[in-house]
Structure formats: structure tokens, C-alpha cells
């Protein structure tokens, strides 16, 4: 495969954006994505502290298969390892991932962060449903992410993906999408070139347009 990486701060003071790549040596490689959440305390500590945390169970369990309980395994520590790092702080994140393993994308999300996979055809394979509540005496928010001392709350949707070759993935937070329409977004997934070229007009268009940080890992199977 080939894939391409990229976070900036967008109009915000800091990037609460984080990200990370692990490739694993039989063939694996994982691609998480977290954002922390607005409204709470150290958002960049939260994401980077999960992002981390979620990456480095699947570098240590290199044997244990891509599997929703493995998901689980690498949320519960990743939820602890939050609440050891917050002390009083009230903390959240949100997290998608990509397990990439031969011709099977294993994504797992909580909170608003995507995942998009599409054909050549433009065809949508799967795209992750933001997880929002909302009620008549509230505004929207968020009710599935990982929150200080909330492990329940940190309950990633999981879905394997069957892939073909020359599918494309985008991995991306709420900062990158909210800044470009879906037809304009997944067009340019599907018809660029490449993915230097896919991330090049996804950040043009961000430097214009987003409100927030913007972060976003594309990747195609050969």
C-alpha cells in the first residue's frame, strides 16, 4: 500500500490532533487517529495519551489477530492509561483506526473522527456514523469516546472491510471534513492521482476553509 500523513493546527492556538502509524513486520500496519475533545481540559495531552497508549498494545501483541476483541483490549488499556495521565483533569478523546492486514481493513471508531473506504469506481465501501446524540434540551454531542474515568463511554463500533486492489481509505478528524463538502471530498479521494496529491488539495482546501485543527491519513492498496 501507499499512504500519506498529515495535522495542522488550522485557525486554532494548538493542534489537539494526533496521529500514528505502526507497521508491524508481518505485513500489519495500523493507522490511528484521535482528536481531543473541545470543552474539556489538555485536549492534545487526551489524544496523544490514547493515541499512544492504542498504538503501542497492537505493536506489543503483534500475534494476536486483528479482531473486535483486540479492540477492546487495546480500549481498556488505552482508557486507563487516560486516567492515570489526567490526575484532576477532566480529559476526552475521540479515535478511529485502520488495521490493515492483506485484503481485510479492521476500522474501529468512537466519537466523530472518520473513516472512508471507496473503490475506483467512487463507490462508498464503508463510512464510519459519528457518534451523536442529541435531545430537545441540549445541543448535539458526542457519546461514544474515551472521557476521564468513563471506560463506558469508550466503546469503539468495529467492522471489518474487505479490499481490492487500488481502493482508497481516507482517516481523518471532524476538522478535515467539516471544511470540504462529501461530493468534493470523495471526489477527490476517488480522482486524484495520487495520495501526495489527494492530502496537497485536501490541505489547500483547509487552509481556506476549516475552523478547526485538520488532520488526515489517505492510503491506497496497489
Given at each position: 500500500?501507499?499512504y500519506t500523513c498529515f495535522t495542522e493546527k488550522g485557525?486554532?492556538?494548538?493542534?489537539?490532533?494526533?496521529?500514528?502509524?505502526?507497521?508491524?513486520?508481518?505485513?500489519?500496519?495500523?493507522?490511528?487517529?484521535?482528536?481531543?475533545?473541545?470543552?474539556?481540559?489538555?485536549?492534545?495531552?487526551?489524544?496523544?495519551?490514547?493515541c499512544d497508549a492504542f498504538s503501542a498494545y497492537w505493536?506489543?501483541?503483534?500475534?494476536?489477530?486483528?479482531?473486535?476483541?483486540?479492540?477492546?483490549?487495546?480500549?481498556?488499556?488505552?482508557?486507563?492509561?487516560?486516567?492515570?495521565?489526567?490526575?484532576?483533569?477532566?480529559?476526552?478523546?475521540?479515535?478511529?483506526?485502520?488495521?490493515?492486514?492483506?485484503?481485510?481493513?479492521?476500522?474501529?471508531?468512537?466519537?466523530?473522527?472518520?473513516?472512508?473506504?471507496?473503490?475506483?469506481?467512487?463507490?462508498?465501501?464503508?463510512?464510519?456514523?459519528?457518534?451523536?446524540?442529541?435531545?430537545?434540551?441540549?445541543?448535539?454531542?458526542?457519546?461514544?469516546?474515551?472521557?476521564?474515568?468513563?471506560?463506558?463511554?469508550?466503546?469503539?463500533?468495529?467492522?471489518?472491510?474487505?479490499?481490492?486492489?487500488?481502493?482508497?481509505?481516507?482517516?481523518?478528524?471532524?476538522?478535515?471534513?467539516?471544511?470540504?463538502?462529501?461530493?468534493?471530498?470523495?471526489?477527490?479521494?476517488?480522482?486524484?492521482?495520487?495520495?501526495?496529491?489527494?492530502?496537497?488539495?485536501?490541505?489547500?482546501?483547509?487552509?481556506?476553509?476549516?475552523?478547526?485543527?485538520?488532520?488526515?491519513?489517505?492510503?491506497?492498496?496497489?
Amino acid at each position: 500500500m501507499r499512504y500519506t500523513c498529515f495535522t495542522e493546527k488550522g485557525p486554532r492556538i494548538k493542534n489537539e490532533d494526533c496521529y500514528n502509524v505502526v507497521e508491524i513486520p508481518d505485513k500489519r500496519t495500523l493507522f490511528v487517529v484521535c482528536d481531543g475533545m473541545g470543552g474539556h481540559s489538555c485536549g492534545e495531552i487526551a489524544s496523544k495519551t490514547v493515541c499512544d497508549a492504542f498504538s503501542a498494545y497492537w505493536q506489543e501483541h503483534p500475534d494476536v489477530a486483528d479482531s473486535a476483541q483486540k479492540v477492546e483490549n487495546a480500549t481498556k488499556v488505552a482508557s486507563q492509561t487516560l486516567d492515570e495521565k489526567s490526575g484532576y483533569y477532566q480529559m476526552g478523546t475521540t479515535l478511529v483506526m485502520a488495521s490493515i492486514e492483506g485484503d481485510i481493513a479492521l476500522v474501529a471508531h468512537a466519537g466523530d473522527s472518520r473513516c472512508y473506504v471507496i473503490d475506483i469506481r467512487g463507490n462508498v465501501k464503508y463510512r464510519t456514523i459519528d457518534h451523536i446524540a442529541s435531545s430537545s434540551i441540549s445541543l448535539p454531542y458526542i457519546n461514544r469516546a474515551f472521557f476521564t474515568h468513563h471506560p463506558e463511554d469508550a466503546v469503539p463500533e468495529v467492522k471489518a472491510v474487505a479490499l481490492q486492489p487500488l481502493d482508497r481509505i481516507l482517516i481523518c478528524t471532524d476538522g478535515l471534513y467539516n471544511a470540504i463538502d462529501d461530493e468534493t471530498l470523495l471526489h477527490t479521494l476517488q480522482c486524484t492521482k495520487d495520495v501526495e496529491q489527494v492530502a496537497e488539495k485536501y490541505r489547500a482546501i483547509c487552509k481556506e476553509w476549516a475552523g478547526d485543527n485538520y488532520t488526515g491519513i489517505v492510503v491506497e492498496m496497489e
